[in-house]
Every structure is written in structure tokens, then in C-alpha cells.
């Protein structure tokens, strides 16, 4: 058995990003994650890098300047998956923010984002809004703020990207094996016990350092029984987004808005040639894999979007999948969720009789290298080694290293790539789009379409299994190549697709099966909700509802 420095728990953005920083600090990490690399709520979220405009309201002036550090690091670092989106905030005369409020709060932000690359912020009147976005309800339009943030749409290649990152550093990566308790030693934990979810298989790995990196799950991780009680920790929030084709009046730019009904900020995003709406903010309690969009949350977004494009008149008829998440928020009893800080913290078990294991709580997909930088800092601190410098800050990501989009697409185009196939693997892989592509020159056929509406090969399929570390049908169509996102989810495709990954895996019929239940089965997180359901009634209402979701 190796013994590691550190294990991480959990394999969304902020584990993945802690052990890549980690591993090129030369520490030996060991990921656990029960799952699949970005398969909790990392890939549930709105998909926006961004500064964190609200939490001007709550005067949280610390979090957006890192939060904008980090947007700016990311357009540098990852120019391929987070880039630049303008965003569209709209005042209408029924509004409860002024628009004296608004310009200050994006005087603030500029202010705060000092060294950006993104223009700043500009005020526009009623009739340059319209020309912009000729959607928008004119009823009460006084004007609207136009300023800059960043976007992630495939969050999940981001996940990807650092989690292969990680292992080219020397990380080993354990998916779909769920930590079920400590290994105490001493009184101190010394690792912790596993099961592998596909065999049954019990495990234990050691490391003087146990980061719990669990998200939404971070109370959860533990078996009852197998530790002393914990202070509970999470007070997650479900949040979730509908997701549409574009329809008439739907705008190009993110918009970025106040319910009518409550007054909480809402958000139409173009996202994958599609319309995103979102989000909701409802206490939750149970297992976050449970989380769905009920039927409250959807006629709520659905109200709004309509009041703020009379020609949309969307229906649940033209939801073509919902997306829903728990934010893995601190537990604060008694204050609102759309309040709670979004500034996360390390937590040290040692008081509550678990020395050696910290637990981290809370972070946004946007901070997730900073986050990450804290938690390494922590970890050399706690094995006594020298404080070794984080390089993450000025560090490309694999796909943009040497990344020119355009001499790319040329490339691979040259190398026999039709332009919607180059385009894809470009915008998909950055500069890895060269190794993806490299396979089809030993076989040709791995240059064929097998999925038409997104122009997926199965060149793409092969790096997943070979490359990327997908284990099972679901972690290839829902975190590598996200053809789960398509209308259809694949479905339509599952024989070519199936026809690529049998000989790359030598999967027998019998786990052929298994694979295309165990995805329909995952399919049901993107379920539409039944109107006979259980509905939300409220969502983050309270003193200060006003103050609106914070993702
Ligand atoms: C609706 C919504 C919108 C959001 N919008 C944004 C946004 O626009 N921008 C932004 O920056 N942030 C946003 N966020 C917040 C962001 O998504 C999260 O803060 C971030 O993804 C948290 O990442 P994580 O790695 O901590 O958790 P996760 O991604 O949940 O990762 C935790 C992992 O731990 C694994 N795990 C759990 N238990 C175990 C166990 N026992 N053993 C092994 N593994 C285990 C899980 O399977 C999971 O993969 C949003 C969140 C929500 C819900």
C-alpha cells in the first residue's frame, strides 16, 4: 500500500485543483472521489467566473477582489474553456435596486478589478438597450449596465484538465471509490477506509494529512459510527437552472435581472447554443445527489423570464432539461441563504478529535485556485516542510499551452478534420485537440461523426477512456465529451458511440448493459419536473431576499 502525503477527498473543482497544486509541489496525493471527476456540484453551477457583483451588497470587498484576481488568472491560464462574456443588467422602474445603486456598485466593481483585461462598465439608455437586446420588456425600462465576467460553459473540462494535470505531476487518481470513515492511529487519523462502488472492494489509504474536499457532501463523507460526532459544517442551498433552445427574443449577451416576484437576481445565459435560466435558492437537507428541479422552481423561472421577454411565452414544453445542484454553503442557522458568505474556510477537525483531517467549506467554482494555493500552504505547514511557492497562479492549463485557436483549427483541418469537427475540438480541447486528433492517423475510422448534433468523433471517445480517466459510459458522455447536454443526451447515438467504446474498453455485453442503465439511470438529474410534484414555495426568502442568490 503507498503511503501518501496528503489524500483528497473529492474530485470537483476545488480537489482536483488542490492536488494538482499539491503534486507540483512536489507532495504525493492520493484523489478519492466516489464518482467521477466534476460529478457533483461543480457541474450543476451557473458555469460563470465571475467577480461576485453581490456581494457588494454585503460588503464582502475581500471576496470579489479574489474573486476578480482569479477571473482575470483564468482568462490567462485557460483562455480555451473561461473566457469574456458581456453581461446586461436592466433596470425597470419596478426594480428595488435604484440605478444610481447600480452604477455605483459597478464603479465598485471596476474599481475592484483593477489590471483587468475586459473593458469596463457602461451605462446605456433606454434606446441603446433595446438595440442591443430588442427582447426586453419596454414596460418600466429605464436603462441598463453593461459590464464584463467571465464564463466556463464545459466546467467540466476545466475539472478534466486539472485532474489529468494532476496526474501528469504524479497524483494517483482513485475514481468511483466512495471514503467511508477515518483510519485513526494514536488518536490521530492516518488515512482512511474505501469502497470501490463497482466491486465492493474495501480499501484504506495513509497519509499524515486528510483534506475532506467533499463539497455538499462534506458532513456526509463518514460512516456513522466510524469517527467521533463532527460539528455539522455544510447548510447547503439547491439551486437549479432550466435549460431551452433559444427562442424569439432571446438575448445574445448574459442577462442579469431582478425577479418581479421577490427581487432576488435572476439570469438568462447563452450557453452551448442554448438559453440557461437560473438559479433558485431552497433550503436542502437530504442527500445532495437527490437534488432536482422541482415544479416550483421551474413555473418561478419560467414567470420570469416571461415578464422580462413578453415574446418568449415559454412552457414547460420547451424545457429540455433541468440542472440542479447544493451549494455547499457554511451552516449558518437562522440566516438566509442568499447572505451566507461565499468565502471559504479550512476547517481543523483536532477539537472535535480528529487531528490530521481538515475539511473545507464553501469556495465558488471562480476561486478554486486560490482556494487550493490556501489548502497546500496548510498541508506543507502541517507535515513541517518548507513553505514551497504555488506556481498555479501564472501556470497554462495543458489545453492552452501554445494555444492559437485559429492556426489550430487550420492544423486539423490539414490533418483531415472537417471545419465543425475542428471547431469542436478546439473550443473542447484547446491545444490538446492535436493529441485527441493524433489516434485517427493509426485508424482512420475514429474520425467518423458518431454524434451528429455536436460533431463528436470517436477520436474523443478513445481519449476519454485512454487519456482522461473515464471509467464508465456516464463519466464519458457527462464529464469528458458533455454529449449528456445535447437535446436527445446521445441516446439517439448510443450504437456508434457504444461501437467506438467496446473494443477501447473490452467491455462484454453484460456490462454493456449495466453502462447504458447506469446512464439512464444518471439521466434522471436533468429530469423535467412533474407538474404534480413537489414544489418550492419560496426561495431564499427572507430580511434580506432582496439581496438575491449569490452563487
Ligand atoms: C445553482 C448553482 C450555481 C452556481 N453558480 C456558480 C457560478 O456561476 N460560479 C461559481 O464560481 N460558482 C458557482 N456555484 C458554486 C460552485 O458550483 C461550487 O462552489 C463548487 O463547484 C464547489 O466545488 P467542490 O469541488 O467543493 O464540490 P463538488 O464539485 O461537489 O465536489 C465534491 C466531490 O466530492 C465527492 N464526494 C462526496 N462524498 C464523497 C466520499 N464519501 N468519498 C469520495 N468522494 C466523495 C463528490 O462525488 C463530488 O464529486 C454554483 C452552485 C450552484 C449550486
Known sequence: MTTYDLIVVGAGINGVGIALDASLRGLKVAIVEQDDICSGVSAWSG????????????????????????????????????????????????????????????VLYDVLSFGKTPPTHRMLGRERVLGRFPGISRQGLKGAALFFDGQVALAERLCVELAVDAVANGADLFLHTRVTGPVLEGGHVVGVTALDTRTGEETQFRAPVVYNVAGPWIDRVFLPGTAPEQPRLNGGAKGSHLVVERFPGAPTDVVYYESRRDGRLVLVIPWMGRIMIGTTDVRFEDDPDLARCDIGEAEYLLDEVNALIPEAGLTMEDVLYTLSGVRPLPYEPGVPESSITRTH?????????????VTVVGGKLTTFRQLAQDAVDDVLRRLGRPATRCTTGTRPLPGAVEFAPEDLRVELIAHGATPDVAARLVTVYGARSRDVWAVTESDPRLAEIVHAGSSMTGAELVNAVIVEHAVTLTDVLARRTLTAFEPGHGLESLDAILAVLVPATGWDDSRVADEVAGYRQWLSHLAIPDPNGPRSASFGAGPTSTQGARS
Open 47 to 106: 458555469r460563470l467566473i465571475h467577480g461576485g457583483l453581490r456581494y457588494l451588497e454585503h460588503y464582502d470587498f475581500g471576496l470579489v477582489r479574489e474573486s476578480l484576481v482569479e477571473r482575470e488568472r483564468l482568462f490567462r491560464n485557460a483562455p480555451h474553456l473561461v473566457v469574456p462574456v458581456p453581461l446586461l443588467m436592466p433596470s425597470f422602474a419596478h426594480n428595488r435596486r435604484s440605478r444610481w445603486l447600480v452604477e455605483l456598485g459597478m
Open 345 to 357: 474556510v479550512l476547517h481543523d477537525h483536532a477539537a472535535s478529535g480528529l487531528p490530521g483531517l
